[in-house]
């Protein structure tokens, strides 16, 4: 790609440059009337003008200058187009005896000068502005990939976050089983390490389809129902369009997480938390329901590290702060999460 665009700025500076030598001939060739005398004069003025256009050109590609140097600039643009001039004014005598065509030489020197000025000073504007683009390009880039880096290092610590926030929570219903429920703690550590490894599978992964993502989470349910036993009930239902969409990975453990704790520690009784998946438009919309106390919890202000780590996460990734809701409604505890489908 970069060298087909090199080939194409290269015949395209050929062209202007046989387009100028074309031009410069039929100019000289007005005043001294002879082909030959014309051609030399333009070949000669043409070839020392593309060098001092690549010379500011190539200088200008690695040194870019600063808001006050730019009176550097016109010397070097005065300095380049006087040499031209003068190179022109020692070279054509040499290649041309007609009195006639050197007395228009001479007479012509400043106008020669004048000109090349504009035409260095212009090919140097634009190489202003073509290589400042391109730092600025470049800086951009730089700036979105260390932007990148520092998001996944974010979104990894994340997830760090995560897994040893539940593994606590799981050893301590361990520890708290083996003495008088040895084989449900026995149990327990195997669905445990099934999960772990189940997340080590996932570690690599951004994006995984909403029936992998249940598939892992019904590993951490079987957890929590050890735990808490018949209390604990679940019910989760998608609709066919739903479960090929994309979701981030682990994106609904810390938020059940949330539920079983609200649902679970603040009230008595059965609970059942509910998980809902639907297509809305170009949006997966998951819906996690969980019953509470209003004496005992606070839902509205709630959340924890769970749900603020998984907005942190979506945020992350779609760069969006509207893409999760919480509320409470009639003694149920609603948090909707919108993913979008790119």
């Known amino acids: ?10 015949g395209a500076v050929a062209v202007c440059g046989l387009i100028w030598c074309a031009a410069q001939s039929y100019i000289v060739h007005t005043e001294v009337s002879n082909w030959y005398i014309a051609a030399t004069d333009a070949v000669v003025n043409t070839l020392l003008l593309a060098a001092a256009c690549w010379l500011i050109n190539n200088n200008l590609r690695y040194y870019q200058p600063a808001s006050g140097s730019y009176v550097n600039i016109l010397i070097w643009h005065i300095a380049l187009a006087s040499i031209c001039a003068l190179g022109c004014r020692w070279i054509l005598p040499l290649l041309t005896s007609d009195a006639a065509y050197n007395k228009f030489l001479i007479s012509s020197i400043f106008i020669r000068a004048f000109i090349d000025f504009l035409a260095i000073g212009w090919v140097g504007m634009i190489s202003i502005i073509y290589y400042s683009l391109l730092d600025q390009k470049e800086n951009e880039k730089r700036k979105a990939e260390a932007e990148k ?3 996944d290092a974010e979104l990894y ?7 040893p926030h539940f593994l606590f929570n799981s050893l301590n219903s361990i ?6 429920k040895p084989d449900e703690a026995r149990r327990m550590i195997h669905q445990l390490s099934d999960f772990l490894r189940g997340t080590l599978k996932k570690d690599d992964q951004l994006l995984v389809p909403l029936t992998d993502e249940l598939n892992h989470l019904n590993l951490y349910l079987d957890i929590e129902k050890v ?7 679940t019910e989760i239902s998608s609709d066919e369009r739903a479960k090929t969409a ?3 990975s682990m994106l609904l453990q810390p938020i059940v997480e949330n539920a079983i704790k609200f649902g679970l520690y603040d009230t008595t009784g059965d609970v059942t938390v509910s998980i809902r998946a639907e297509m809305d438009g170009s949006f997966l919309n998951l819906i996690i329901q969980n019953p509470y106390d209003p004496q005992t919890s606070r839902p509205k202000h709630g959340t924890g590290f769970g749900l603020r780590g998984v907005q942190r996460r979506l945020y992350l990734l779609f760069a969006r702060n509207d893409l999760m809701e919480t509320y409470a409604n009639d003694n149920i505890f609603t948090t909707i999460i919108k993913v979008p489908q790119l």
């Open 246 to 248: 994309l979701l981030p």
């Open 157 to 163: 610590n994340l997830r760090q976050q995560l897994q």
């Open 227 to 233: 735990r808490f036993g018949h209390r604990l009930q």
């Open 1 to 10: 790609m970069a060298s087909s665009t090199t080939t194409r700025l290269y």
């Open 175 to 180: 520890n708290a089983l083996i003495g008088f």
């Open 149 to 151: 880096l520092a998001r």
